[in-house]
């Protein structure tokens, strides 16, 4: 069945320094790849999108590229900000089945210390 | 408009006994979902309705867990007998039903069974 992978549980960074979260996937349909970020006592909310190949995805500073060579979907930034201290999931749409439901990996929690 | 409104924030049951959850989604959207998330799982896919329906409730423990949507303003996700292993976030989501839409997120119920 389909499933994500996310391999860093947590993620220390110093404030400035360049982040890298890892997602990759297993899918045997077409393919549309998400990023949820979820803040402290927040719900989560939509980070960014794609299912275009090799093309780059941004929103608020963030930036991600599918790749389906390599079925990944990472996620990165220049320069990391206090404010970015968050949960990240990577999702996977669920073409196989009913539709929209989403499959969530099991998150990366990013710490961003001064 | 408020969001996906979950209720209560907050719920502590003792061993055997039952939990309601309540979700009430965006208006005017049709499909609603409901995940469990933890600290070792992450997101966990639960059940899914769309315009009230269900259509998809492989994530859902078959023999405690039960949900149902009455009508399009709210579901329910109830657990009988409720075990120390169901100490969990809940979270109930909701989109329009059109494929690869955004899932809004409510704010979620934590639930602790003692």
């Known amino acids: 069945g389909d499933s994500v992978t996310q391999t860093e549980g947590l993620v220390t960074l110093t404030e400035g320094l360049p982040v890298m979260l890892n997602c990759t996937y297993q899918?045997?349909?077409?393919?549309?790849l998400f990023w949820y970020v979820q803040h402290l006592n927040e719900a989560p909310k939509l980070l960014l999108k794609?299912?275009?190949?090799?093309k780059r995805t941004e929103h608020q500073g963030f930036h991600a590229t599918l790749h389906k060579s390599s079925s990944s979907f990472h996620l990165q930034k220049s320069s990391a900000q206090l404010s970015d201290s968050a949960l990240y999931y990577c999702?996977?749409?669920?073409?196989?089945?009913?539709?929209?439901?989403?499959?969530f990996g099991t998150g990366t929690l990013l710490s961003v210390k001064p | 408009n408020a969001g996906v409104i979950q209720t209560p924030r907050h719920k502590v049951t003792g061993k055997g006994q039952e939990a309601t959850l309540w979700c009430e989604p965006i208006?005017?959207?049709?499909?609603v979902f409901w995940y469990r998330q933890t600290i070792v799982q992450g997101l966990e896919f639960l059940t899914y309705?769309?315009?009230?329906?269900?259509?998809?409730d492989s994530g859902m423990p078959k023999e405690r867990f039960s949900a149902q949507m009455p009508n399009q303003s709210h579901s329910t996700l109830k657990i009988q007998s409720t075990q120390p292993q169901d100490s969990a976030v809940y979270l109930c989501?909701?989109?329009?039903?059109?494929?690869?839409?955004?899932?809004?997120f409510g704010a979620g119920t934590r639930l602790s069974v003692l």
């Open positions: 208006s005017g959207h049709s499909a």
């Open positions: 989501a909701s989109s329009l039903a059109q494929s690869q839409n955004t899932l809004y």
């Open positions: 999702a996977l749409s669920d073409h196989g089945g009913s539709g929209n439901k989403l499959i």
């Open positions: 309705f769309r315009n009230q329906a269900p259509i998809d």
């Open positions: 794609s299912s275009t190949d090799n």
């Open positions: 899918t045997a349909y077409s393919t549309f």
